[in-house]
């Protein structure tokens, strides 16, 4: 059997991808790429693009969707057709690279198309090759630093702000994806007295990256992050 790799290409700018993750891609047969949309591009995808070129047309890249919804069933329905559609590779003996934004065990579609792999072929092998997170780029295009013993929370932004006796925890809070509910976790830190505080990163490791004081912002990207830093800024 073949190996499945998840590989990490970085928060989007193709110069953040690592030497290893670059010499993966260009070894492999086969790499696939993640999109939210059946007719949709991949982010991911783009990197690999702009890095392989005219290296890609000996290789096989499939394009597989993911949708964006809550629908446990349209998910898993979902994950199993791109794990099929992986598997047929790996038992064709080929190695195949997964690859994603960031890091792969960060947050990443790669965990989903790993079990439903598994859970058709027990035996695949897989490895992972890790990335730059969005979470490093956006702290550094923002100027944070987090040292000494200073204590750090990372927070997927669900829309659930109903309890935040964590939230004096941490000198340093990342929100991820702030722009899904950029409204409600607006109000919940003003409300808190950390908006002030805060700073949102806007495409992060693109041409289009941008920083702003968090309250200026009124409408947010979907991949927006939001730092709020209680001893800085």
């Known amino acids: 059997m073949a190996t499945l790799y998840g590989v990490g290409v970085g928060p989007g700018d193709p110069e953040l991808i690592t030497l290893k993750a670059l010499r993966l891609l260009e070894e492999v047969p086969v790499i696939c790429a993640p999109r939210s949309r059946e007719e949709g591009e991949s982010l991911a995808g783009e990197v690999v693009t702009s890095l392989l070129g005219e290296k890609l047309q000996s290789?096989?890249?499939?394009?597989?969707?993911?949708?964006?919804?809550?629908?446990?069933?349209?998910?898993?329905e979902a994950w199993r057709e791109?794990?099929?559609?992986?598997?047929?590779?790996?038992?064709q003996g080929k190695d195949v690279a997964f690859v994603t934004l960031g890091d792969p065990s960060f947050y990443s579609t790669f965990p989903y198309l790993r079990q439903a792999v598994l859970a058709l072929?027990?035996?695949?092998?897989?490895?992972?090759?890790?990335?730059?997170?969005?979470?490093?780029?956006?702290?550094?295009?923002?100027?944070?630093?987090?040292?000494?013993?200073?204590?750090?929370?990372?927070?997927?932004?669900?829309?659930?702000?109903?309890?935040?006796?964590w939230l004096n925890e941490f000198d340093c809070l990342v929100f991820l994806k702030g722009g899904r509910h950029w409204k409600k976790l607006r109000e919940f830190l003003a409300a808190r007295g950390y908006l002030a505080q805060a700073r949102l990163v806007e495409r992060c490791s693109t041409p289009e990256e941008k920083v702003y004081p968090a309250a200026e912002v009124e409408k947010a990207p979907y991949l927006s992050q939001v730092i709020?830093?209680?001893s800085r800024f």
């Open 121 to 165: 072929a027990p035996e695949t092998r897989v490895a992972v090759v890790p990335g730059v997170s969005s979470l490093s780029s956006c702290m550094a295009l923002g100027g944070v630093w987090v040292q000494e013993n200073e204590r750090l929370a990372v927070i997927p932004v669900t829309g659930d702000f109903s309890s935040d006796t």
């Open 82 to 91: 791109a794990a099929s559609q992986v598997v047929a590779r790996l038992r």
């Open 228 to 230: 709020v830093h209680r």
């Open 59 to 76: 290789k096989e890249f499939l394009l597989l969707h993911f949708p964006m919804t809550r629908d446990r069933k349209v998910l898993e």
